[in-house]
């Protein structure tokens, strides 16, 4: 069941504390996306790989945020320190190639107090 | 301007009967366009992708593009209560080619 894996599902923190969520593109997949969705901007897109390059994080905030690929089958996005602004769903999704689709993960549905 | 840019809605249209739904986009490099339907609490689910002029179908989903007038749609035929969700239209545009979203029209089919 070929199908793009994120952890954890749920993240309850305090304001301050340093929040990671992992993500496991569907295996061959060389394409990695990390989008934010929240009600009032719908789905940004955070940061974009690419046979783990980075090609695109100009939608990240850089002082807090950071999206790596230390692995072909592992992506991590990393907000340090979190503030009750950053609450939202956060997708992975994971393509092959370029120009073509992207199938997405269940989500990691953050909330900062 | 928006990179792509859709109706916000919401439409509802009854049982049975077409919706069809709208989107542009900015960049006239773009290449591929997709629709994904996301019901609430769920993840995106990729469910047509276009990639040159005219339509495409896939049973009750037929996209359409037209790359001169930067406009692609959906029609989703028979609309069924099932299909009530939002429909977002995602482009690949930018240097990098990076799948960029619309806001995502809200879709509701009356029984």
Redesign the interface.
């Known amino acids: 069941d070929a199908r793009v894996t994120q952890t954890p599902r749920h993240k309850v923190t305090e304001m301050g504390q340093e929040v990671t969520m992992r993500c496991q593109p569907i295996l061959g997949h060389n394409t990695v996306?990390w989008?934010r969705q929240t009600m009032m901007q719908?789905?940004e897109?955070l940061a974009?790989f690419r046979n783990r390059a980075p090609?695109?994080d100009s939608g990240m905030p850089k002082d807090r945020f950071s999206a790596e690929m230390p692995d072909a089958t592992l992506a991590t996005l990393k907000i340090q320190p979190s503030e009750p602004r950053d609450s939202a769903v956060y997708?992975c999704?994971s393509?092959f190639g370029?120009?073509?689709?992207?199938?997405?993960?269940?989500?990691t549905r953050l909330t900062v107090v | 301007q928006k990179e792509v840019e859709q109706n916000s809605g919401p439409l509802s249209v009854p049982e049975g009967a077409i919706a069809s739904l709208n989107c542009t986009y900015s960049d006239r490099g773009s290449?591929?366009f997709?629709w994904y339907r996301q019901y609430s609490g769920?993840?995106?689910?990729?469910i047509m992708?276009i990639?040159s002029n005219g339509d495409k179908e896939d049973g009750r989903f037929t996209a359409q593009l037209n790359k001169a007038s930067q406009y692609v749609s959906l029609l989703i035929r028979d609309s069924q209560p099932s299909d009530s969700a939002t429909y977002?239209c995602?482009v690949?545009s930018?240097s990098?080619?990076?799948?960029?979203?619309?806001?995502?029209t809200q879709l509701t089919v009356l029984p």
Not at chain 1, 98 to 107: L, N, P
Not at chain 2, 42 to 46: G, T
């Open positions: 996306f989008y719908g789905l897109l974009y090609l695109d997708f999704a393509g370029r120009d073509t689709e992207a199938f997405f993960g269940q989500g | 290449q591929s997709f769920k993840s995106p689910e990729l992708s990639y977002l995602a690949t930018g990098a080619r990076q799948l960029t979203f619309g806001s995502g």
